[in-house]
Every structure is written in structure tokens, then in C-alpha cells.
């Protein structure tokens, strides 16, 4: 199993909660308005709080010890407890059922970008505007920080991000005589070249059962299918035209067998990436790394670009993955707790750890720009400085994509039909339709007004 | 028995025996209370509200059974799992009765090794044999894929829709039939051998030994091994499961009652509906099972 913001996780999570509930007895109550502000924590409490002995339990599933080792040189009197527990869909059931059985639940989780909202719906996460995480903001990426802040509140500190590449094999692009695509209209081309030259090879694959990997590229496309006012209403729009735009593209691609289709992160996709089935990958920041482990044998054959462009010249990327920091609301220490997710993601030392020792691309905008990550020749991708790269496409992510406050019946919901269209060559517009019924069903079904 | 003179002189001792064995049972009944009948009434409460994400909790009723009567999704999977009786029930018990009736007639040699050979399969915990077998219908690295293209034979996919749910047969067939070999053969060997002497001296074969005398004794075991396999095919989950992470566009979320139940309470946030499907499932087995044993019992009078 690899890191945890790697896949969309098909959460449990409700029978877990239900059965907390029978065991506290207590009635699951789904975020009401916006709490009053609490009033602002002073420097003198802050400075109190990080001097008493305090231990913080920590759920993450990425191995940070050497940050957290920073921290507690910096704060000795407190003691941090780093818990691997898991990820995906029983990470989730496990902290779901924590926070109903009202023990047991850490004081800083980590959350990927996507569950976000549906914490903060069932108002498990603290807000840290008392404790001044707003002085944060521009530590971090702007989109990767529009993840975790709302109209009402700040509800996490941003960790890792996914801004969208491409990872290409050169070698099966030089056979194929392809160079990198600029647009996607080149990558078209480059597609039915790459075929042409070999039957066995794909320019790439397109998952039919990987929603967030797919989202990616609707969101640098400038789709905006989701929105959540944070109450009680959610729009669904999966059918706009600039989603059906993109599923357009590629139903050209899959009609043609010039992509294929297989379900990703299985044995048939590691097999694929390993053996040149697919001449490319679009990959998050994540992905260099991921890849060395996954397709050894193919070290200095690959190389890194920017996605290719729907319009030339204009600079846009989308994300897949990434996670935030967040701070329970049941958390008995929340100065120290917030103060600790602050410092872990934002100060510049630990961020430029978070990308050296373990292979997540930092959310923190000084740590991209420190020569121990930018300068990084690696030699898998030939000697290419990879890391630099992303750092020069994470700008480009747009900053306004907003997901809704249930993203797993949505993430299911798109294997049975955008993913099953895919599979089985149907029309993808139409799947796109179908897919918005679903949600939208969904959502009224569960009490939202859909706009 | 007693006599009514011991129960006199020892009414104590009498008590104490009973006082142990009600002692003895206890273990068994405190964890069949809380871990099943608890959590069975809890769900069957359940079944009768309906909590929204956003406007709480309701109690509506039957409102959770209406909808599942009338849910497509529900009973394509119903229908899926009826099919898959239909066809993998009665290929796994042949298959079993044949390895057992030859294990039985001491025709082969190396017959312990054998017999551990077709049992050892289900010795291999449930969600190891879906991987592996995943592995094997792989069809780019599969060795079935891989022989047949080294052969230029054409070789079904496996994990396509048309095909997964005769591969899911295979593999709960290939774990259970070993088990289902055990409990006839066991049932086999308590035959008393002189009903074979007196029917070899009425110049009966192999084969007519077998089918006049061997598998009408053994009806009762038959019927144990039928019960649970019907049971087991309405309760499919676990292979399916495992397999929806190989080819999650085939095996959805809906692919088998159990797996919509599961996927109902855990990714779509309705547990009350799922409380409530899974109550249909359950009644549902009982009258399957029921109907089976009424059928085949009424067989055994006629005889």
C-alpha cells in the first residue's frame, strides 16, 4: 500500500459512526450554522500553552519523525505521538468512529483535501482562526490553502499537494518520433503515432475507476463541478459544458483505441507503466517518486513536462491528491495542536524535509524554492531537476475548485458510469449525464437544496 | 435415565449437575447475545428510520423495505446471486460427491494425499485465494493469458462482465468443494461394510453400489452440504470484494445483495436502508433454505 493521498478512498465511515452512536448514545448532529467566532488566543496564552508538558497524538500515515523531531527541539515540553493509522476508507471509518465514540480520537489528523468538507459538515474540525493560522496563508500554496479555509472558518493547515504533469517515456516518444505536446490537440496526434509505431503501446491510460485522477484534468480544463456553501446547499454541475468539453476530447481518444482504459493503482496498471504499455503518465508531484518504486527497470528512460495546453500559451494545471493537517475539535490541546500542524507544514526546515525525506511535494511555498528541493538532479528522469518543474506548475493549478461535503458515493458513483464508459467505449457525454443524476439524487436524498 | 429413588436420595448432587452444565453453555450464550442478538435487534431498529446528512433522523417506517422492494439494484443482485446457485451450487456438490464416492471405493493409491490435496484449498483463508486467482485471470500477465498467447490460443477475459461472475464460481468452487468432499466422505466411511457384502453377492458394481446404496445413505449429509451452499452463494461478499479492486468497473458496488448492503453503509451514508436490506437478504435465505429442506424432505417420505 502506498501513501495514503495516493487514492481516492472509498470511504466507510456511516455504519461506523452509527454504531458509535448506539455505543455513546449521544444523536449525530450535522453541522449547524457557523458557530460564533471564538474570541482570539493571546501571545501570552500561546507562549503558556507551548511551555506546559503536553502530549498530541498525531494520525498520519506518512513517516515524519524526523519533523517531528524538529518540532520537539523547538518546543521540548511537548511530546508527540506519531500513530500510523492506516489510510484510505478504514482510516476514515477509524476516525469517524472516534470522533462519535467521543474518545479515543487524535488531536491533529491528517485529511485529505476531498474529505475536508464533509469534516467540517459533521463539525469535527476546530476552526484556527483563535490561534492565528490566518498569519499562515501565505505560507502556502493559494489553491492548497483554499482547500482548507472557508467563509466560516480555518479548518486544517495544508500539507502536500498534486499539481498535474505529464511523465513520458522518451524513448517510446523518440520511436514514435513525438516530442512532448504542448496542447492537447498535439497530444492527439502524438497518440495515434505512439500506436501506430507499436499496437502494444498506449500514449496513456485513462482510469475508469480513479474519479480524483480524472478530476485532475477536468479541473485544469477550468471545470467547476462542485460547489458547497457550507449549510445546506451543494451544486452539482457534471454535465457543464466545459466538463463535457474535455470528455469530448477524450472520447475521441477512446473511440479511436488510442488511450486505454485500465483501472489504475491494480497489478495490470504497475505492469503497464513498468513494460511501456503506457508511453506516458499524467502524473501528480507525487508521481516521480511513486514511479522509481513502481517501474525500476525503466530508470533514465522518463522524463517530466507540463501537461499539455487546451489553449497554447495559456499556463494551467489541475491536482490530484494532498492532504491537510487538522486540528479535532475534541482535541484537549488546540493551541499546541495548531500550533504544531503550523509548524510542521509551514515552517521552512520541516516543509523542505516533508519533500526530501519523504516523498511529498510540500505545500509550503519557501519550501519549493530551497535548492535542496529544486536542485535535485534526479537520475531516474535522466538527470532532470523534476522537483523544479512541479514547483514551476503548481502556480498554474486554479484555486477555486471546491468539492462537496460527500465525495465517496460521487467517487463510486463515477466507476459506474463515466469509468463504465470508458470500459465498454460509450458515449462519455452521456455518462457525464448519468453521473449528475446520480449525485444530484444522492444529494436531495440526504436532505441538501441542489442549486 | 434415572430412577425416581435416585432423584430422591440426591436431590442436591442433581441440582449441582444441572447448575454446571447451565454453567458450561454460559460462555457460549453471553457472547451470542452481544455479539449477535444485540446487534441483530439494534439493526432491525434501524431498519425503521432514516437519518439524512442534513435533517436528522426520522422514523419512517416500512418506508426502507418499500424501497428495497423496489430498488433495480437490489434485486439485480439478487437475481445475480439466484443465477450463481443455479449454476456454481450444483457443479461444486458433483464435483464433491464424485471425489468423495472415488476416495471412498479404494481404488486409488496415494488416497490420503489426495484427499488433502482437494482439501487443502479451503485450508486458504478466502481473501488469499480472490488475490491469487485475480492474478491468474490478469490479462496482460495472467499465466493463462500468457500461455495462451504463446500457443495463439484465444483466451476469454476473465474479469470481463460477461465472464466474471462464472470466474467467481470457479474460485469459490475451487476453495469449497474440498470441504463439501470431507463431510460426504466422512459420512461415507460410517456406511457399515456388511450392506456392501450383501449387495456384492447380489452382483453389484462399483457404480450401482454407489448409486443404490452410497449416496442414498448419505442423503442427510447431502442435504447439510446443499443448505450451506445456498446460504453461502446468497451471502456472497468476499470474493467479489476483493476482486472489485482489480476490475472495479465489472464488480460494482451493487454486484451482490451483500456488497450493496456493505457499499449502502459505509460509502453512501444510509445505514437505515442497508439495515433494512439486509434484513430482506436474511428473511430471503430462510424461505430459500426452508424450501430446500421442505422439498427434499418430502422426497424422503415418498420413498
Not at chain 1, 70 to 81: D, E, H, S, T
Not at chain 1, 186 to 197: G, K, P, S, T
Not at chain 2, 254 to 262: D, G, V
Amino acid at each position: 500500500m502506498h501513501a495514503f493521498h495516493r487514492r481516492p478512498a472509498a470511504a466507510l465511515g456511516a455504519g461506523a459512526v452509527a454504531l458509535a452512536l448506539m455505543l455513546t448514545g449521544c444523536s449525530g448532529d450535522s453541522g449547524d450554522d457557523s458557530p460564533a467566532a471564538a474570541a482570539p488566543v493571546s501571545q501570552e496564552e500561546i507562549d503558556k500553552a507551548m511551555a506546559t508538558p503536553t502530549t498530541l497524538t498525531f494520525w498520519e500515515a506518512n513517516k515524519l519523525q524526523p519533523e517531528i523531531d524538529l518540532f520537539q527541539a523547538k518546543y521540548p515540553a511537548i511530546k508527540v505521538n506519531l500513530v500510523d493509522a492506516g489510510s484510505g476508507p478504514d482510516y476514515y471509518t477509524k476516525l469517524r468512529s472516534a470522533i462519535k465514540a467521543g474518545e479515543g480520537a487524535p488531536d491533529v489528523a491528517q485529511i485529505e483535501y476531498h474529505h475536508m468538507p464533509s469534516f467540517i459538515l459533521e463539525d469535527s474540525l476546530a476552526d484556527l482562526t483563535p490561534y492565528g493560522a490566518a498569519a499562515s496563508k501565505d505560507l502556502f500554496a493559494p489553491f492548497a490553502w483554499s482547500q482548507v479555509a472557508t467563509d466560516n472558518g480555518i479548518y486544517g493547515i495544508p500539507q502536500d499537494t498534486g499539481p498535474l504533469g505529464l511523465l513520458y517515456r522518451t524513448d517510446i516518444f523518440d520511436k514514435a518520433k513525438v516530442t512532448p505536446p504542448a496542447t492537447w490537440a498535439d497530444f492527439a496526434a502524438a497518440a495515434a503515432a505512439v500506436h501506430q509505431a507499436d499496437a502494444g503501446q498506449y500514449i496513456t491510460n485513462i482510469s475508469p475507476s480513479n474519479a480524483s485522477a480524472t478530476l485532475g484534468l477536468f479541473w485544469q480544463a477550468g471545470a467547476r463541478p462542485f460547489s458547497y456553501d457550507g449549510k445546506e446547499t451543494v451544486s452539482v454541475k457534471l454535465n457543464s459544458p466545459e466538463m463535457k468539453q474535455v470528455a469530448q476530447y477524450w472520447q475521441d481518444l477512446v473511440t479511436k483505441d488510442l488511450v486505454s482504459t485500465d483501472p489504475d493503482f491494480t497489478d495490470q496498471w504497475f505492469q503497464g507503466l513498468a513494460n511501456g504499455k503506457y508511453a506516458s503518465w499524467t502524473s501528480a508531484a507525487w508521481g516521480p517518486v511513486f514511479l522509481q518504486g513502481t517501474a525500476a527497470d525503466t530508470a533514465g528512460k522518463w522524463r517530466a513536462a507540463e501537461l499539455p495546453q487546451w489553449t497554447a500559451g495559456v499556463k494551467a494545471s489541475g491536482n490530484v491528491g494532498g492532504s491537510a493537517n487538522a486540528v479535532l475539535k475534541s482535541s484537549k490541546n488546540p493551541i499546541a495542536a495548531a500550533k504544531f500542524a503550523e509548524f510542521l507544514n509551514g515552517d521552512h526546515a520541516s516543509a523542505v524535509k516533508l519533500g526530501t525525506d519523504v516523498p511529498l511535494f510540500p505545500a509550503a511555498v519557501s519550501a519549493l524554492s530551497d535548492p535542496a528541493l529544486t536542485g535535485n538532479k534526479n537520475e531516474f528522469f535522466g538527470g532532470q531537476e523534476v522537483t523544479k518543474l512541479f514547483t514551476e506548475i503548481s502556480p498554474t493549478v486554479g484555486t477555486d475548485f471546491q468539492w462537496l461535503p460527500f465525495m465517496d458515493p460521487v467517487f463510486e458513483s463515477y466507476n459506474q458510469t463515466f469509468g463504465k464508459a470508458l470500459t465498454e467505449k460509450g458515449s462519455l457525454t452521456g455518462a457525464l449525464d448519468a453521473w449528475q443524476d446520480e449525485v444530484v439524487a444522492y444529494a436531495k436524498s440526504q436532505g441538501f437544496t441542489v442549486s | 435415565m434415572t430412577t425416581t429413588a435416585e432423584k430422591a436420595s440426591a436431590p442436591t448432587w442433581r441440582r449441582r449437575q444441572r447448575i454446571a452444565a447451565y454453567l458450561f453453555v454460559a460462555p457460549f450464550f453471553v457472547f451470542f447475545v452481544l455479539m449477535l442478538l444485540v446487534p441483530l435487534f439494534y439493526a432491525g431498529y434501524l431498519s425503521f428510520f432514516r437519518e439524512q446528512l442534513i435533517g436528522g433522523n426520522a422514523f419512517v417506517g416500512l418506508d426502507n423495505y418499500v424501497r428495497a422492494l423496489q430498488d433495480e439494484r437490489f434485486l439485480r443482485g439478487v437475481l445475480r446471486v439466484t443465477l450463481f446457485l443455479l449454476v456454481q451450487v450444483p457443479v461444486m456438490l458433483g464435483l464433491a460427491l464424485l471425489f468423495a464416492l472415488v476416495l471412498d471405493s479404494g481404488r486409488l493409491r496415494f488416497a490420503s494425499l489426495v484427499r488433502l490435496g482437494i482439501f487443502l484449498p479451503y485450508a486458504i483463508p478466502g481473501v488469499i485465494a480472490a488475490l491469487m486467482w485475480g492474478y491468474l485471470y490478469g490479462q496482460d500477465f495472467g499465466p493463462f493469458a500468457q500461455a495462451g498467447r504463446a500457443l495463439g490460443l484465444p483466451v476469454p477475459e476473465f474479469l470481463s462482465s460477461g465472464w466474471m461472475l462464472a470466474s467467481i464460481g470457479n474460485i469459490v468452487t475451487w476453495s469449497f468443494v474440498g470441504y463439501n468432499m470431507i463431510i460426504m466422505y466422512a459420512a461415507l466411511r460410517a456406511i457399515p461394510a456388511e450392506i456392501y457384502e450383501a449387495a456384492r453377492m447380489d452382483g453389484a458394481g462399483e457404480f450401482r453400489l454407489a448409486w443404490s446404496i452410497k449416496i442414498p445413505s448419505i442423503r442427510p449429509s447431502l442435504l447439510l452440504t446443499l443448505i450451506f451452499s445456498v446460504i453461502g452463494s446468497f451471502q456472497l461478499f468476499t470474493e467479489p470484494q476483493l476482486l472489485k479492486s482489480i476490475s472495479p468497473v465489472v464488480v460494482t458496488g451493487e454486484y451482490t445483495p451483500n456488497l450493496y448492503a456493505f457499499t449502502l453503509a459505509f460509502s453512501r451514508s444510509e445505514l437505515n436502508y442497508a439495515a433494512a436490506v439486509s434484513f430482506l437478504l436474511g428473511i430471503l435465505i430462510m424461505i430459500v433454505s426452508y424450501v430446500v429442506q421442505l422439498s427434499t424432505q418430502r422426497r424422503e417420505r415418498q420413498r
